[in-house]
């Protein structure tokens, strides 16, 4: 069973970026599809992108696109979140799941394997 462990979450300024980290352990993270969701304070967890197990792209909401990426490096068991751009709207807590297979956003709640969460805060 795979473990997943977010890292990279800050606080930032407008416009700066981050780049997020989701590590795992256990099973190797190329058996799996991997998706990242925030839920920010007092809204619903929203889908913001998920990576097949070659590392292609495989969705990303609206809301970020042109802004962030997703990349995985297999070696490393590491999918990577590169958010740029950063706006006061990306304040989130923001976590990434992993499938075996794609699955609507909505089905992950109960069908993935999470991981805690990192928090980012964006400060205008």
């Known amino acids: 069973q795979v473990q997943l462990v977010e890292s990279g979450g800050g606080l930032v300024q407008a416009g700066d970026s981050l780049r997020l980290s989701c590590a795992a352990s256990g099973s190797p993270i190329s058996n799996y599809v991997i998706g990242w969701f925030r839920q920010a304070p007092g809204k619903e967890r929203e889908f913001v992108v998920a990576?097949?197990?070659?590392?292609?792209?495989?969705r990303l909401a609206n809301s970020v696109m042109g802004r962030f990426n997703i990349s995985r490096a297999n070696a490393q068991n590491t999918v990577y979140l590169q958010a740029n751009s950063l706006e006061p709207d990306d304040t989130a807590v923001y976590s990434c799941?992993?499938?075996?297979?794609?699955?609507?956003?909505?089905?992950?709640?109960?069908?993935?394997?999470w991981g805690q969460g990192t928090q980012v805060t964006v400060s205008s």
């Open positions: 799941a992993a499938r075996t297979a794609w699955a609507n956003p909505y089905t992950w709640t109960d069908s993935a394997t």
């Open positions: 990576s097949d197990r070659n590392g292609r792209t495989f």
